[in-house]
């Protein structure tokens, strides 16, 4: 049971967040998709906790889809459409950091 919390903690909490960001960041830096698709299904755990809170309602369901959207832009050769496609995700999650860290 107590590794069953762990890994929930691991997949929702900070270090599921930053391990999305640093894999589609890797992936874009070396155009592997694999890894921006790996990074997606990292950010959808953390995306369906805060969806189901009424102020990020509807934002959050959608924001593992930039990824994606970053996946395609890559496979089709646009390197800086798939670094703004990750922008979204990154913003709001900064935001989410800042208004943890201020409390």
Same mark, same amino acid.
């Given at each position: #049971? =107590?590794?069953?919390? %762990? !890994? ?7 270090? %599921? ?7 589609? @960041?890797?992936?874009? *830096?070396? $155009? /592997?998709?694999?890894?921006?698709? !790996?990074?997606?299904l990292? =950010?959808?755990?953390? @995306?369906?906790? !805060? %969806?189901g809170?009424? /102020?990020? $309602? *509807?934002? #959050?369901?959608? +924001?593992? +889809? ?13 390197? $800086?459409? =798939? ?5 979204? *995700?990154?913003?709001?999650?900064g935001? !989410? ?6 409390q």
């Amino acid at each position: #049971m =107590a590794l069953l919390h %762990g !890994l929930v903690v691991l997949l929702i909490g900070w270090p %599921g967040i930053i391990t999305a960001i640093v894999l589609v @960041s890797i992936g874009i *830096y070396t $155009r /592997k998709i694999g890894l921006i698709l !790996l990074g997606a299904l990292f =950010a959808v755990p953390i @995306s369906w906790y !805060l %969806g189901g809170m009424p /102020k990020f $309602r *509807y934002i #959050m369901w959608g +924001l593992p +889809l930039v990824f994606i959207g970053s996946a395609l832009a890559m496979k089709y050769g646009k390197n $800086r459409l =798939a670094w703004i496609f990750t922008l979204p *995700y990154i913003a709001v999650i900064g935001w !989410l950091g800042f208004t943890v860290l201020t409390q």
